[in-house]
């Protein structure tokens, strides 16, 4: 629905934006302080009088009347408002109203209000929302950065998934490449130890079947020995043998000799004595 354009006068003491007021999804914070000043209740019909309406109408106005003269003519506002103006980081913006500035003017004013009254009612609630908007939206942020966070976000990641992959697979291959040459050395060593093994088989089969062909040597030796000493013992013993006939052939004559001799001197005795 189309808004329709405030006074001329109005225009100037609320200092709108050149560009059309936007509307805020966010619902107006207005304390319960100052709704109880402005008296200002959802629940109140709009045209209910009761005894005390004139007084709290005559606070209400006083209250908006002093704040908007102590708005304008303090020095130490004004000066705190111009030192922000100049010290400002950004540029200066037109004040952008978060509600409908005129219809709250024009409800004030059904209200019993007068314009300059409502007005200065209507720039203290904008006040109230803007310094609660200000005191939302401070730990806020743009929906800009939180993209250009998520998007700073997600190219790390990528960054930090590339950098695992890269470092993923060049440990892969150092640790493929350690593997084969580990196996290749391996293999070198088993085959070094086979021939070592097999160099040593052959070498101990040389060392014995030379050391059973001198042993066979050896016996072969001994066998002669054996069998010569054998022979040796053998005419040794006829020998003796031979020998033992000899002697005893001699003993045997000499007792016959010597039995002979008895015999004849016995003999020659005995004649004797016959």
């Known amino acids: 629905m189309p808004r329709r354009p405030p006074p001329l006068a109005f225009r100037a003491l609320s200092q709108p934006s050149t560009a059309t007021p936007v509307r805020s999804t966010i619902p107006p914070i207005i304390p319960p302080t100052a709704c109880l000043r402005l008296g200002l209740t959802q629940h109140r019909a709009p045209h209910t009088s009761s005894p005390a309406r004139p007084e709290r109408l005559a606070a209400t106005a006083a209250f908006a009347r002093n704040a908007w003269a102590e708005r304008r003519t303090s020095p ?50 904008s006040d109230v929302i803007e310094e609660s908007i200000q005191n939302l939206t401070r730990t806020m942020v743009l929906r800009e950065d939180q993209e250009k ?7 790390d990641f990528a960054k930090l998934r590339s950098e695992l992959l890269s470092a993923d697979s060049s440990e892969s291959a150092l640790t493929r490449a350690s593997h084969e040459r580990l196996s290749n050395e391996v ?51 006829a020998a003796l043998r031979e020998r033992l006939e000899a002697v005893k052939f001699s003993t045997l004559q000499w007792l016959m000799g010597v039995c002979t001799g008895t015999a004849a001197i016995i003999l020659g005795v005995w004649r004797l004595l016959m």
């Not at 978060?98 to 024009?106: N, S």
């Not at 030796?221 to 054998?230: N, V």
């Open 149 to 155: 966070a998520t998007y700073t976000q997600k190219v």
């Open 76 to 125: 130490a506002s004004i000066i705190h408002h111009a030192a922000r103006r100049a010290f400002s980081a950004t540029s200066p913006t037109a004040r952008d109203h978060h509600f409908d500035t005129l219809k709250v003017v024009q409800r004030l004013q059904q209200e019993g209000f007068t314009e300059e009254q409502a007005r200065a009612m209507m720039l203290v609630l």
């Open 187 to 237: 293999t070198k060593l088993n085959n070094r130890l086979r021939d070592e093994v097999q160099r040593t088989q052959s070498s101990v089969r040389l060392d014995l079947n030379l050391e059973k062909g001198r042993i066979r040597e050896e016996a072969n030796s001994q066998d002669l020995k054996i069998k010569e000493t054998e022979t040796r013992i053998e005419q040794e013993s």
